[in-house]
């Protein structure tokens, strides 16, 4: 829990926060370390001030959630798990968000968009510009 704790108070685990967490708990740096890098949901590099994040859910897979993904990556000139640089944006493939009736899905912040296209997701990024 303190790892989750940690990743929703800064949007990742830095290194330095690993160490502390290693000092305060007694737990090795590696067994932390083996944790975050073994599960998915942990990052240990700093998303983007908007992180985007593109369900591929079963439904959202089947309905083109992928091909959101690269159009986003490739409108906003990114690799996986990089960010801009400016720093304003990140993006993330999610297993599920919970709203399979509005497949495919992307979520911006706290912002939800649902049935979505590619052609869709210029608009949307511009608005996070």
Known sequence: MILHKTQETFGYISRESAAL???????????????ITFYHFFKTTKPGKHKISVCLGTACYLKGGQDLIEEARSLLGLTPDAVTEDGLFSI??????????????????????????????????????
């Open 21 to 35: 967490l290693s000092l305060m708990t007694g737990i090795s740096l590696a067994r932390i370390y083996g944790v």
């Open 92 to 129: 993330d493939a999610v297993r599920c968000v919970g709203c399979c009736g509005l497949a495919p899905v992307m979520v911006v912040g706290p912002d939800t968009y649902g049935k979505l296209t590619k052609a869709m997701i210029p608009e949307i990024i511009a608005k996070y510009k």
